[in-house]
């Protein structure tokens, strides 16, 4: 088992590259099965995540040749199969993409329930309206989920909630479906606009992507090409924080800093200061600025991220005064707040709701990352701190992040990965 060891008290201060997005890439490489011929992925993170992606169409018997570690030719013309590794898809969520990609290619696919972080309840009703919409009949057995259909026919489809699960699946199926399809209450986020770019790439021909409206015209035949993966907005506005959170000073370089401006936002509010580039925004707290408490909630694109939110309570857990964070996508999503406990923060929830009171300090302790971001906000909570941090299940973090304590430590974090004997060993 390993653990990341903390000693907290530093203030980051240097530059760091972000990595390609884990949203937009988990949603391109399985779009890449609905393509005969090569297709060459570039800024491709090297996460967990995209691995777990990569075998799961290895066993569909496509064909996988990494240049390096960031750059992947994919070529699926040659899969033969509907049916993915369940034991692989239970372990991740944005294996669910896996539907409509299949769903397109072959008319049919079998798969288990989708895995990943648990925020609660994430039903996949609207991914199925989508789907039966489009012409697909789909059977739900237990976690087996099942979708056929003789001929996938572009339709209508609006969604009672906004979901980028659903959207993302809705374009994978409808993209070579007989006819026209309109996506209304779609999604808006910025990997779904570098999905739709990377299929137009390909021949698609995706109208509408980041807006609430998406126009799909159903083509008959997709492409390979060469398509690089946008930049990590919630890498990016996670390094953000941090040199908040430790009052420092850190240009974060290769951001789109359109996809920066809710997290900007809200940190120009408590205090900090944050100047923009044309690929690069600079994260600086003068010495001396007293940080605001703030109230703010997560919300769809282009609302402050949810996957954003444990990071930003986790600032204002030394912020004087009262702060509060609404969670407004999951029904759980503050289980994390119970290890910002463990070392001294004052945080009650009530719901979806956080109430944040503001203390001097936060404590080192041994904490664990629930999900993928609250590891993130454990790691900035452990910089924040007066003495060590240890944290436990990392692989969560492994997931999403990139030579994620390298780079803290070019920033001069004192953090370091070690193994240890798990209690079982």
Request: proline content about 3%; aromatic content about 6%; charged content about 20%.
């Amino acid at each position: 088992m390993e653990k990341l060891i903390i000693h907290g008290g530093c203030r980051l201060n240097g530059e760091v590259s972000i990595s390609g997005a884990k949203n937009a890439a988990v949603a391109i490489i399985p779009a890449c099965i609905l393509i005969n011929g090569k297709c060459r992925l570039e800024n491709l993170p090297d996460i967990e995540d995209t691995k777990l992606y990569i075998k799961i169409l290895k066993l569909l018997n496509a064909d996988i040749t990494y240049i390096d570690a960031n750059t992947v030719e994919i070529d699926c013309t040659n899969i033969n199969s509907h049916a993915p590794s369940r034991e692989l898809t239970r372990k991740m969520r944005g294996s669910s993409y896996l539907m409509g990609a299949l769903l397109g290619r072959f008319g049919e696919f079998v798969m288990d329930t989708p895995g990943g972080c648990d925020f609660g309840t994430r039903p996949i009703d609207q991914h199925i309206k989508s789907f039966v919409a489009l012409g697909a009949d789909i059977e739900v057995t237990g976690s087996l989920i099942k979708g056929s259909c003789n001929e996938l026919k572009g339709s209508s489809i609006y969604f009672d909630v906004v979901s980028v699960g659903a959207t993302i699946n809705a374009i994978l199926a409808a993209v070579t479906a007989n006819g026209r399809t309109i996506i209304e209450n779609a999604a808006k986020e910025p990997h779904i606009v570098d999905l739709a770019n990377f299929l137009n790439a390909t021949g698609a021909n995706i109208r509408g992507a980041g807006t609430d409206t998406i126009r799909i015209n159903g083509v008959e035949n997709l492409r390979g090409g060469t398509y690089t993966i946008i930049p990590d907005q919630i890498e990016a506005g996670t390094f953000m924080i941090a040199a908040a959170a430790t009052r420092g000073d850190v240009t974060i370089s290769n951001v789109i800093p359109r996809h920066l401006e809710p997290i900007t936002a809200k940190l120009t509010e408590t205090g900090a200061k944050v100047y923009e580039s044309d690929d690069s925004v600079r994260v600086f707290v003068p010495e001396g600025t007293v940080f605001k408490s703030i109230n703010f909630i997560a919300l769809p694109y282009p609302g402050y991220p949810t996957d954003m939110q444990p990071q930003l309570v986790t600032l204002l857990t030394t912020v004087a005064g009262t702060s509060t964070a609404r969670e407004g996508v999951w029904d759980d999503r503050f289980r994390y707040v119970n290890e910002l406990k463990r070392m001294g923060a004052k945080i009650r929830v009530e719901g979806r709701l956080a109430i944040v009171d503001g203390v001097d300090k936060l404590y080192g302790s041994a904490v664990t990352a629930n999900d993928l971001r609250a590891g993130a906000a454990m790691i900035i909570a452990g910089l924040m701190a007066e003495g060590t941090t240890e944290i436990s299940d990392i692989y969560h973090i492994d997931r999403g992040y990139e030579n994620f304590e390298d780079k803290f430590v070019k920033l001069g974090a004192d953090i370091k990965r070690v193994t240890v004997l798990s209690d079982v060993d």
